[in-house]
């Protein structure tokens, strides 16, 4: 789920980041995320010696390079838990435009010819084989293999292209698959499990160069030639990854920044990034924002469509502006009726008033709708017909109270006693309407009085206008904090996540550990049968009584010292464990598990393996 890997990323990061400083250090701790696009491992490999070179030229800093998975970026920057970001182009644009990260320099790469390159591609290559492929258009009825949805130059570059010479790709090829990183991409190919790959420039002359494949063992897809490019490439070309600054970070720690990356030398203690030769000033990244917006990804998902979200972007201070002035409006013309009632006569007033009401009334885009101070519905609009279900006829029978949801009607009711007695010129309060089919739905309910001559209510005027879509969203975001805020305050040695059928959502690497396994082969296999199916005595546990798990059925707290766990390699394993449910709207729809090695099984066990 993308709530648990969210939440794993924000638990661990801190931790992480505390046990790798062995040696406590006062500076100042700078956090660079960088995309992982050959995993985590290579992410750090790659750049750990920029960071020691970034510790050299800023010794008042210590630097730290954090990888970030293509699915966990715009978190990462959105909750800032770094604070500069290196990530390809496309990447950075929707960062830019959705929260404000400014690069401050391009990268730039070794050319093997010689001097520096700052541009890159995508390549579409085959396995060289008989009867094979050897143009783009050769694809059709294809199996193509891929690196992620996001990769700029492991799919979207490539995307545009294979749009302009098959049309619609997914209606052109037989699929496409994407497999991670460019080196599964390259590997799938070599094996011969799809009938084409697309990586970035430079991935298959630099994997030929550690010896992993060979270069004439391919075919490149309708290869172009480039002056000074010497790379395998099938597109145009893009400017290189920048790096770029969060909103927090200070313009003058960023120009610091800056200008060591600009200072450093191309070979020497950054050389661990991949041919980095270092860093130019920040490229024009207009072309790949038109590769964007041509392609509608994000940002631009919407880009030359009217959609209501992007009105409401666009327009949203003029819309609420509109309507405050019709509500004021409404009101002027309501005390402007009752001051002209002694001007005119009986008859032309009523037929006068009816007519610019009438209008305003029906047509008005919330539900209207007069009261009497006993609640008894005096006129309404089409608008709250709609909005409760109620025909006409049956709204009418209707009184205000009936209408409001009864955890609300006190502090409704209470509002409208304060409007009686003078205390408030009008009121605004959000409350629940019932319609007809006993659903809740959230409003914002804007109440005035109209008084006679006297200073006595007549009737009172009520706006109402549906926000369940916000209220909604508030719960959604509340559940996700409450659980979030469960999860962390249980955060123990192992920690795992099950579904309601018990099967792993989640493994943080110390359960993994602890468990003899890696994360990966964890998930999606049943807890129970994996590490807790055999009792003591080598009888099989059934998961029906196993308390773990009881959680799934019971929604209750189960917590356990000294429970007989499985190591994968069959050690028996005693562990301290608390399994707290997941629940949301009213159903457990899984369990987080937080379990420790007991620290002496075989004083207490009662009974020891057999």
């Known amino acids: 789920m993308d709530f648990f890997r969210r939440f794993l990323l924000l638990m661990t990061l801190p931790l992480l980041f505390a046990l790798a400083a062995p040696v406590p250090d006062t500076k100042p701790e700078i956090r660079i995320g960088v995309l992982a696009r050959s995993g985590a491992a290579k992410a750090l490999e790659q750049w750990e010696p920029t960071a020691r ?154 994997m030929a160069q550690e010896g992993r494949v060979a270069m004439e063992d391919f075919t490149i897809l309708g290869a172009r030639q480039y002056r000074e490019f010497p790379f395998a490439v099938t597109t145009r070309l893009y400017p290189e990854w920048p790096v770029s600054k969060l909103e927090h970070v200070s313009r003058t720690l960023a120009r610091e920044v800056a200008l060591a990356l600009l200072q450093m030398p191309a070979s020497g203690a950054a050389d661990g990034a991949a041919a980095l030769a270092g860093w130019t000033i920040p490229e024009n990244y207009q072309e790949v924002e038109s590769l964007l917006r041509e392609l509608h990804l994000p940002p631009f998902e919407s880009y030359g469509q009217v959609t209501l979200a992007g009105v409401w972007k666009n327009y949203g201070l003029v819309i609420l502006l509109v309507g405050a002035l019709l509500a004021a409006a409404l009101l002027l013309w309501a005390r402007a009726s009752a001051l002209n009632r002694r001007l005119r006569a009986k008859h032309r007033e009523l037929e006068l008033n009816e007519e610019m009401f009438k209008g305003t009334f029906e047509q008005a885009a919330v539900g209207l709708l007069h009261v009497t101070t006993e609640g008894g519905l005096l006129r309404f609009n089409q608008k709250l017909c709609q909005m409760t279900g109620y025909s006409c006829v049956e709204l009418g029978t209707k ?92 955060a123990g040695d192992g920690i795992l996540g099950i579904d309601r059928e018990g099967q792993h959502t989640f493994v943080n690497p110390v359960a993994a550990k602890l468990l003899g396994y890696e994360v990966g082969e964890m998930i999606g296999q049943e807890s129970h049968r994996m590490w807790h199916h055999t009792r003591s005595d080598g009888s099989v546990y059934n998961a029906d009584t196993c308390p773990i798990t009881a959680v799934l059925r019971e929604g209750i707290t189960h917590r356990g010292d000294n429970e007989l766990v499985w190591h994968r390699d069959g050690t028996p394993l005693y562990v301290d464990f608390i399994s707290t449910p997941i629940v949301e709207e009213g159903g457990v729809v899984g369990a987080v598990i937080v379990f420790r090695r007991h620290s002496a099984p075989e004083a207490d066990a009662g009974e020891g393996p057999v």
Request: glycine letters at 8%; zero cysteines; hydrophobic letters at 45%.
């Open 53 to 206: 070179y970034l510790d050299g030229a800023l010794p008042d800093y210590r630097f730290r390079i954090v990888p970030i998975g293509f699915d966990d970026v715009t978190m990462v920057v959105d909750n800032a838990l770094v604070d500069f970001v290196i990530v390809n182009p496309a990447l950075y644009i929707n960062l830019a435009v959705r929260f404000g990260v400014s690069r401050i320099a391009t990268m730039k790469y070794r050319n093997p010819g010689g001097g520096d390159l700052s541009v890159f591609g995508s390549v579409l290559f085959a396995k060289k084989r008989l009867n094979g492929p050897q143009r783009p258009e050769d694809l059709k009825g294809q199996r193509i293999a891929a690196v992620h949805v996001h990769s700029l130059g492991g799919w979207i570059i490539m995307s545009r292209e294979l749009r302009e010479r098959l049309g619609t790709v997914s209606k052109a090829v037989a699929g496409v698959d994407f497999l991670g990183t460019h080196e599964r991409v390259v590997e799938a190919i070599a094996r011969g499990e799809y009938d084409a790959g697309i990586v970035r420039t430079a991935t298959l002359e630099q």
């Open 399 to 490: 009184n205000l109270n009936e209408l409001i949801f009864e955890r609300d009607l006190s502090a409704s009711l209470e509002q409208i006693e304060a409007l009686k007695r003078g205390a408030l010129g009008d009121a605004a309060l959000q409350v629940r309407i019932v319609n007809r089919s006993g659903e809740q739905l959230w409003t914002n309910l804007t109440v005035s009085a109209v008084r006679d001559d006297s200073g006595q209510i007549k009737y009172l005027i009520m706006a109402v206008d549906a926000i369940s879509h916000l209220k909604t969203l508030e719960q959604a975001i509340a559940r996700e904090r409450h659980a979030l805020s469960a999860i962390l305050e249980m």
